[in-house]
């Protein structure tokens, strides 16, 4: 490593420990980050407030609203007739109604106000139903890595990208127009320095921040959530390091094309929130239009939750992940190389 | 006197914008040069091509011998450079950041002790050396921009508009201390808009619309305006200056409540067009009066 580039490494250390703000972002928001996803943002569905109206009161109806019951999703609001059971719907004191009729005919209804919570407990009373019927066979569904289908275990690993990527973009991309914006860019280039040394310098401190956030929030999700880590740690490193060569490469070009610290915020946001959107955090990239689908090849993001799921649930290997690891890796060198080449253009 | 720098035919253009037109000058060692112009006359696109930080279309800049286009790291390991807003890093103490330039320029260690020390002294910022550079006042900032610009001990100093926004007295410090950099063989090639300061440089080049329209010592400068200067007091001296350029194809300004009239005019042209009897008192004029007038008019040779 060139004196330079260490004495440069060293003012980075030094401003980014003085000021109090780097020291929250950099360890407590990512812990933050992640007990909010392992808590608040679940699609977990614990117990379901259930309208009962059973007019017809027979020993069958009675054995069916007993197995709701039973499952310990639904809880029971008796209820005697359906105009009281629509007004708790349209109140929202309740989420699901069991309507038997007269006849003993059955209704299920959910509150599809309330969107993805609804179709789950559709589903689990779908469940409870089909296992009442004495067929000859049983259908039984059985989820495999995630067997209690628990958010959490989907969410936290997936938090990892989005924590990287939000902290290593935003960063770099500010504290390179920082530079120019106080003048000292300018005073650095009249020195010796080279310019490689001079980006190196800017962008390992954030490589080195989001390798740290891979390894706490990994740690907490690991010890604090009991998420099991199957695959291996140097796997997750690695990827952790292509990810970052993507983020970094962004965060440079971003700052090629701001001349302001807000503008490089605010054109990080644009890059944040479709990379989130697209990359299958929330929303499986299976079921998105073919033309979008073609432009989360393009997405960093979307690799680097492909390997994190099946690193921390399947325990897959580079057998299996390589397509994902060489995708970040392509990109993010077309990244860096574009923005290396733009930031000597532009000073 | 050796050369320092020879500027030949240097033209840059930015777009549509031809900000530096064919200049050419030359600097010898220990001379204090100012480039003096309006706004937008060219002055920091030409002494960012002298920095060796951008490359002219046409032209050539030699400093120290060496072109700026091709040995740029061997220039800057010789020479220093202070933009318009000297790059302080606020969040860091005085002496970090002179540090940091000592190191940036590869100042062996066992010279920045003795070195930083010097320049502490000198810039008398000694006191303050534990103070986060955000916390200086705009006189401290200068001159901690000055002290972080010389770490490395250069031989040339390129100062584009180093007092802008800097309080008399804080500027006459600084001069001083520039004198005394002089005194011990540093050449100085700096911008200003103030005319006190391009008085107290050796030689001046008068920068207007990206060519250099006369040059010369501030006496010869002075000396440009044919015929000196007139001046008259007035109670509009707004209107009648007006009135004085219209009238006669003069050029006038107003400083406070005088009129000064240059050009080819003479006593009695003045006394006509303001059409009262007033005291005229002719002069040589100043810098400032030379600065106006060549602003003003197209200077053909």
């Not at chain 2, 700026?68 to 020479?79: G, M, N, V, Y």
């Amino acid at each position: 490593m060139s004196k330079r580039l260490k004495f440069m490494l060293k003012k980075e250390l030094l401003q980014t420990l003085r000021d109090p703000r780097m020291r929250i972002v950099i360890l407590v928001m990512p812990i933050f980050q992640t007990l909010v996803f392992g808590y608040a943002v679940t699609t977990d569905v614990k117990s379901v407030d259930t309208a009962v109206v059973d007019l017809a009161n027979t020993s069958a109806t009675r054995a069916v609203t007993d197995q709701f019951v039973a499952s310990g999703i639904f809880v029971p609001v008796w209820k005697n007739s359906y105009e009281e059971a629509w007004h708790a719907m349209d109140q929202s004191e309740i989420q699901a109604m069991i309507l038997f009729d007269r006849n003993g005919r059955m209704q299920f209804v959910t509150d599809g106000s309330r969107g993805l919570s609804a179709g789950v407990t559709a589903g689990y009373a779908a469940a409870i139903l089909g296992r009442n019927q004495q067929a000859p066979v049983t259908v039984e569904s059985r989820a495999w890595y995630n067997p209690m289908l628990e958010s959490r275990n989907f969410y936290v690993p997936g938090v990892i990208a989005m924590m990287v990527m939000v902290i290593t973009l935003i960063l770099s991309s500010m504290a390179v127009v920082r530079e120019v914006e106080i003048g000292t860019m300018e005073q650095i280039m009249v020195t010796p320095m080279k310019r490689w040394e001079f980006i190196v310098g800017k962008l390992l401190p954030f490589g080195v921040i989001g390798m740290v956030n891979v390894l706490v929030v990994t740690a907490v999700a690991v010890f604090w959530f009991s998420i099991p880590l199957q695959g291996s740690v140097p796997l997750l490193m690695l990827a952790a390091v292509l990810y970052l060569m993507n983020t970094l490469g962004f965060g440079l070009l971003i700052s090629t094309v701001s001349r302001t610290q807000q503008q490089a915020m605010l054109s990080a946001f644009f890059v944040i929130f479709p990379a989130s959107l697209l990359s299958g955090f929330a929303f499986p990239i299976a079921n998105m239009p073919a033309v979008i689908r073609f432009f989360t090849l393009f997405n960093p993001m979307r690799y680097m939750m492909t390997i994190l799921r099946d690193l921390f649930l399947k325990g897959n290997g580079l057998s299996t992940l390589w397509p994902n690891y060489l995708a970040m890796f392509l990109l993010g060198t077309a990244l860096l190389t574009t923005a290396i080449l733009r930031f000597r253009k532009t000073s | 006197m050796s050369t320092v720098v020879r500027v030949q035919g240097l033209t840059k253009s930015f777009k549509e914008v031809q900000a530096v037109k064919g200049i050419s000058f030359d600097v010898a060692k220990g001379e204090v040069f100012g480039l003096v112009g309006p706004d937008g006359a060219g002055k920091t696109t030409a002494m960012r091509i002298l920095a060796a930080i951008l490359a002219p279309d046409r032209g050539s800049a030699e400093i120290l011998g060496m072109d700026t286009t091709s040995s740029r790291e061997k220039i800057h390991d010789r020479i220093a450079y202070m933009s318009q807003r000297f790059g302080l890093y606020q969040d860091l103490t005085v002496e970090e950041n002179i540090r940091f330039y000592a190191d940036m320029y590869g100042v062996e260690k066992k010279q920045q002790e003795s070195g930083i020390k010097k320049l502490l002294n000198w810039s008398s910022l000694t006191q303050f050396r534990k103070r986060p550079a955000g916390k200086l006042s705009g006189g401290m900032k200068q001159k901690l921009g000055l002290a972080c610009a010389l770490v490395h001990t250069p031989e040339l100093l390129l100062l584009d508009e180093p007092t802008n926004g800097v309080d008399p007295v804080s500027r006459k410090e600084f001069w001083n201390l520039l004198y005394k950099l002089v005194d011990e063989g540093l050449t100085i090639i700096m911008t200003t808009a103030y005319l006190d300061e391009a008085e107290r440089c050796h030689r001046l080049a008068f920068m207007n619309k990206g060519e250099i329209t006369a040059r010369g010592t501030p006496g010869e400068i002075v000396r440009l305006i044919p015929g000196g200067v007139y001046k008259f007091k007035s109670d509009n001296p707004f209107e009648e200056s007006n009135l004085v350029s219209s009238k006669t194809g003069a050029v006038s300004t107003v400083f406070g409540s005088q009129v000064h009239v240059m050009g080819d005019v003479t006593e009695q042209d003045i006394q006509t067009t303001v059409g009262r009897s007033v005291q005229i008192s002719k002069t040589q004029g100043s810098v400032e009066d030379a600065f106006v007038y060549l602003s003003e008019t197209v200077y053909d040779r």
